[in-house]
Antibody
Framework: QVQPRESGPRLVKPSETLSLTCTVS??????????WSWIRQPAGKGLEWIGR???????SVNPSLKSRVTISADTSRNEFSLNLTSATAADTAVYYC????????????WGQGILVTVSS | SYVLTQPPSVSVAPGKTARITCGGD??????VSWYQQRPGQAPVLVIY???DRPSGIPERFSGSNSGNTATLTITRVEAGDEADYFC???????????FGSGTKVTVL
């Protein structure tokens, strides 16, 4: 059973960089057909796709966040990461990693989510 | 940017049928997925490729996609179906993903 898990600081100061890691167990992110995304959800609001890692192609990022988002991977650890620079209170949300092997159009596996608060 | 429109809420009595719509342009060129999210939990995939159900999802959940509207139908609604439901598409041209605003299903 593929199981992703988010980790990282739960409190980030304004203007600093929000950094999270998703560790995937039960499946390899190095597979040629493996797609993994970051998705966030502010309290009481909807889901927002942030960006996607794909080993065999370029990283894809939501245009609204493109200038602040970097997604990278450490395949030796079977994990991928999110860096969101210049954090503000508007970035306070539950952050999920989600993905699947095969067709990239939907998300099979979801982490439990991690609440990150941007506050001084 | 691509926008998916969902009604904010749908109320349904137990045993009845709930229908949740998702509107968007050129749906015919995209496949729609649906997720159920119970309070405090991560989303769960309930429909993909417009109408396919993952293993473990009850047959009471079905999906359709016609023109500019996709619909998630839940028959014989149970109390446990009370949740937020989100539609989602992948635009293969831009390689971007979009979620609908979500619909809260309340079981009366």
């Amino acid at each position: 059973q593929v199981q992703p898990r988010e980790s990282g600081p739960r409190l980030v100061k304004p203007s600093e960089t929000l950094s999270l890691t998703c560790t995937v167990s039960g499946g390899s992110i190095n597979s040629g057909s493996s797609y993994w995304s970051w998705i966030r959800q502010p309290a009481g609001k909807g889901l927002e796709w942030i960006g996607r890692f794909y080993i065999s192609g370029p990283t894809s990022v939501n245009p609204s966040l493109k200038s602040r988002v970097t997604i990278s991977a450490d395949t030796s650890r079977n994990e991928f990461s999110l860096n969101l620079t210049s954090a503000t209170a508007a970035d306070t949300a539950v952050y999920y990693c989600a993905g699947r092997n095969g067709d990239p159009s939907y998300f099979d596996y979801w982490g439990q989510g991690i609440l990150v608060t941007v506050s001084s | 940017s691509y926008v998916l429109t969902q009604p904010p809420s749908v109320s349904v009595a137990p045993g009845k049928t709930a229908r949740i719509t998702c509107g968007g342009d050129n749906f015919g060129t995209k496949s729609v997925s649906w997720y159920q999210q119970r309070p405090g939990q991560a989303p769960v995939l309930v429909i993909y490729f417009d109408s396919d159900r993952p293993s473990g999802i009850p047959e009471r959940f079905s999906g359709s996609n016609s023109g500019n509207t996709a619909t998630l139908t839940i028959t014989r609604v149970e109390a446990g179906d009370e949740a937020d439901y989100f539609c989602q598409v992948w635009d293969s041209t831009s390689d971007h993903y979009v979620f609908g605003s979500g619909t809260k299903v309340t079981v009366l």
